[in-house]
């Protein structure tokens, strides 16, 4: 058998790769007969010299291979790259393939790629910037992580369009990035004395970190698999974090001592607030804290694999304080029990924690969300997805996509598709359930309610663990809001034409 030999010019070197895999994969060359070397790995040994390719015109890796292979081949399993190859190989006679969760190729791609999405994610959380002098030139920023895969070019790009403006360079054992405000390069890889230690900027994420550090949230084990404790030796706050948790019991039991009365009081005319149960109710944001009964916060286990994000808490909402409880929530639970998904599962919450409406007599009619609200409460929902991780979030309306995806996301344009929030979470897009339930025509709910399903279905696949789901085709199911109407639930108020 005659042995081909691929030189990569590097451990992520998905262009290479996917060059040399696709040429292969068309001559029909066996797995078993390429061998994979990467460059700087092979330079001093005999025989790494590469074998010219196959003169033949390359295969074409379908969109759901290239997704997966762009994050396994950043694994540091040195057997990635023989793996892609040999599902890329059988792909040529089983296009199907990627769809067969237990296919042990496809499955052990997929938990690489997972591995590697949740590698990028400690990175995008963990790294710490300290400023650098550099006498007469604009300051610099410089930090050190320690990755575990090869992530730092797929990762790179995120703090290039977080902090375009500043100059900065993230070192790492195997490679470092470095951004002069134009352009990004890449470099050797540095040592951890490189990095600089201390500087005034650490000061100020000290005061930022016992400021924001809530005792009544502290649940230790969560906080370490959150925030593994092998990274906190490069974050300044960890120094914080012992003499923190001493403290949290007895702050927290300040906290439950000092009565509601010397808290901010409510508008008057509304009903009195209900016991204030954690910071979330104390939180004065934005004015939608004095008409509301009280503050809505997501709920659901908080290792939950799906999110769901709806607009704003509706009026059962804001009298029971939890989310979906009202008809928009009677029609989820519709499409969860249709779809397979114990609600108990999920973590449920909105983009908007206050019930934002028009008084009208005894009513009290919804009002979608400002901008402003949306961006006030943005923090509330960015540290509830930070605690949760959720591998897919489904957001559920206009104003949800925006607030997840921190763009603007028309539901009509971008439901159907596995999209990416600015961390590279999975987000998929679909109608919210109190615009389903306005609908009037049979037709419109039924094309609606289908793609709402689809959608619904796609999110809990990704959840599930495939990243390769694709929306099912319309389904025939019937609308349900009919079934709800014979149950004495209506659509919802007009007003929300936003949604
Ligand atoms: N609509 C939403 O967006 N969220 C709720 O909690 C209820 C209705």
Not at 24 to 31: F, H, K, S, V
Not at 229 to 240: D, Q
Not at 358 to 383: D, F, I, M, N
């Amino acid at each position: 058998m005659t042995r081909h030999s691929v030189v990569l010019g590097g451990p992520d070197d998905l262009g290479g790769w996917l060059a040399a895999a696709a040429r292969l994969a068309a001559a029909g060359i066996a797995p078993e007969a390429v061998e994979w070397n990467v460059r700087e790995e092979t330079a001093s040994l005999f025989g790494a010299e590469p074998s010219p390719l196959p003169a033949v015109e390359p295969v074409a890796a379908p969109q759901a291979f290239r997704d997966l292979a762009r994050l396994a081949l950043c694994h540091g399993d040195r057997e990635r790259f023989a793996l892609l190859y040999r599902l890329l190989f059988r792909l040529q006679a089983t296009p199907g393939l990627l769809s067969n969760r237990a296919d042990g190729d496809v499955s052990r791609a997929q938990i690489l790629a997972k591995n590697v999405a949740r590698d990028r994610h400690k990175m995008t959380a963990f790294v710490r910037f300290r400023e650098v002098a550099r006498e007469g030139e604009v300051p610099a920023f410089v930090a050190w992580f320690e990755p575990e895969h090869h992530i730092l070019r797929l990762t790179a790009p995120f703090f290039v369009r977080r902090f375009a403006s500043q100059v900065f360079s993230i070192l790492t054992p195997a490679g470092s990035a470095h951004w002069d405000g134009t352009a990004l390069t890449f470099g050797r890889g540095a040592a951890r004395h490189d990095a600089p230690d201390g500087d005034r900027l650490e000061a100020l994420w000290l005061t930022y970190y016992a400021n924001i550090f809530n005792p009544a949230r502290l649940k230790v084990d969560m906080m370490k698999s959150e925030m593994p404790v092998k990274y906190w030796k490069n974050l300044p706050e960890a120094a914080l974090i012992t003499p923190l948790i001493r403290d949290a019991r007895a702050r927290m039991q300040t906290m439950i001592a000092t009565p509601a009365a010397t808290r901010p009081a409510r508008g008057p005319g509304y009903a009195p607030i209900a016991e204030p149960a954690g910071d979330l109710s104390a939180c004065r944001a934005c004015p939608l804290h004095a008409m509301a009964t009280q503050a809505v916060p997501g709920s659901g286990p908080d290792d939950a694999r799906l999110m769901i994000v709806g607009e704003q808490p509706g009026d059962r909402e804001d009298l029971e304080g939890k989310p979906f409880v009202g008809p928009a929530g009677q029609l989820l639970d519709e499409a969860l029990r249709r779809v397979g998904i114990d609600r108990n599962t999920i973590y449920l919450t909105n983009a908007v924690k206050h019930f934002h409406f028009e008084p009208r007599g005894k009513h009290r009619l919804h009002k979608t969300p400002t901008r402003a609200h949306v961006q006030a409460c943005s923090p509330w929902l960015r540290a509830e997805i930070t605690t949760v991780e959720p591998d897919v979030i489904l957001a559920m309306g206009a104003t949800a996509a925006r607030a997840v995806l921190g763009r603007e996301a028309p539901v009509r344009a971008s439901r159907g598709h596995v999209l990416h929030d600015a961390e590279h979470r999975r987000v998929v897009v679909t109608w919210h359930p109190a615009a389903l339930l306005r609908l009037t025509t049979r037709e419109e709910k039924r094309v609606a309610w289908a793609e709402f399903l689809a959608d619904l279905r796609l999110a809990h696949e990704i959840a599930e663990g495939s990243p390769f789901t694709s929306p099912e085709p319309t389904n025939p199911d019937g609308h349900p809001a009919d079934a709800l109407a014979a149950r004495g639930i209506s659509g919802l108020p007009a007003g929300s034409a936003g949604r």
